[in-house]
């Protein structure tokens, strides 16, 4: 494993996440930090929320409120209802980092969330790829103890994408492989990693950065609610911590992240790529 605490690539132009807040970068204090832990579960609450609301508020518009708990049980639901509901969840972990960089920081996002881009971000590609290929290897030896694997495995791409056909597919593909990275990163990468490497940062170089890593990539696991994609979702939300604290940005995770989902939207349009799936984040 790197060294979590030293520079960040040259390539970067940028100093590691451990570097930054040694600095003073926000969250500047540990008081700061719980502040921002706060935010961010009122974005993460206030998303569910709003996701419920959106999905009220399109369920009237297309005439489909007295359904709407019906519609919400399907594998498949309608693009209304996956567009709506992203669109709130989102709007929820957007506002938590506003709140973050707004009460308790600069008001920069680029300055207090690394949402900064270089061309060297670009190995994203490469890291979002490799992602999927390692998820899909470790599931190798536990598909053959699990009824319906398969179909288990790709049931929340399909949730996601299933019930969607030509514009509307595309639309969805779209918030899939743009909007999820840049909002989901904002707010695990963003407000989440930054936050507990700060309050962690006193149990030492190693201990605190890496307890750091593993905690937001859990996280990122358990807040997709998926039971059996847990392991692959954790491991690779672990991987873009890693990275996220390495560059002290956000660049290079929101196309690794892109990438990851470009392949599971990909598998959901030709069927499964060899052994990939398209686990989706």
């Known amino acids: ?6 520079q960040a690539d040259p390539g970067s132009g940028d100093a590691s996440l ?7 970068a926000a969250p500047s204090t540990n008081s700061a930090a719980w502040t921002w832990l706060l935010f961010a579960a009122m974005g993460f609450v206030g998303g569910q929320v709003a996701a419920a609301i959106f999905a009220s508020i399109a369920a009237a518009i297309s005439g489909n409120t ?9 594998s498949e639901p309608p693009t209304w209802y996956v567009v709506s509901t992203l669109i709130g969840l989102w709007a929820g972990f957007f ?11 600069t008001r920069s996002l680029g300055r207090d969330l690394g949402l900064r881009f270089r061309w060297i971000d670009l190995v994203g590609v490469v890291i979002g790829v490799g992602g999927q290929f390692l998820v899909a290897l470790m ?3 536990i598909s053959h103890h699990v009824h319906d694997f398969n179909q288990r495995f790709d049931a929340p791409s399909q949730r996601l ?3 969607s056909h030509g514009p509307s597919f595309a639309l969805i593909a779209l918030l899939t492989v743009v909007g999820a990275p840049f909002f989901e990163e904002l707010f695990f990468r963003g407000v989440l990693l930054r936050s507990l490497a700060r309050l962690f940062g006193v149990l030492g170089r190693w201990v605190g950065p890496l307890l750091a ?6 996280l990122f696991g358990l807040a997709h609610a998926e039971s059996l994609q847990l392991l692959g979702l954790a491991t690779f939300g672990i991987i873009l911590s890693v990275v996220s604290y390495r560059t002290g940005r956000l660049g290079m995770n929101m196309v690794a992240h892109a990438s990851f989902n470009a392949v599971a939207v990909a ?10 799936h398209g686990a989706v984040l």
């Open 1 to 6: 494993m790197p060294v979590l605490g030293g």
């Open 18 to 24: 451990g570097a930054e807040l040694a600095a003073g």
């Open 66 to 74: 007295s359904s709407l708990t019906a519609i919400a049980k399907l």
């Open 95 to 105: 506002g938590s980092a506003w709140l973050a960089t707004g009460v308790r920081g």
């Open 139 to 141: 599931y190798v030896p």
């Open 161 to 163: 994408t299933g019930g």
């Open 213 to 218: 890593v593993i905690l937001t990539g859990v």
């Open 267 to 276: 598998a959901a349009v030709i069927g499964p790529l060899g052994v990939l």
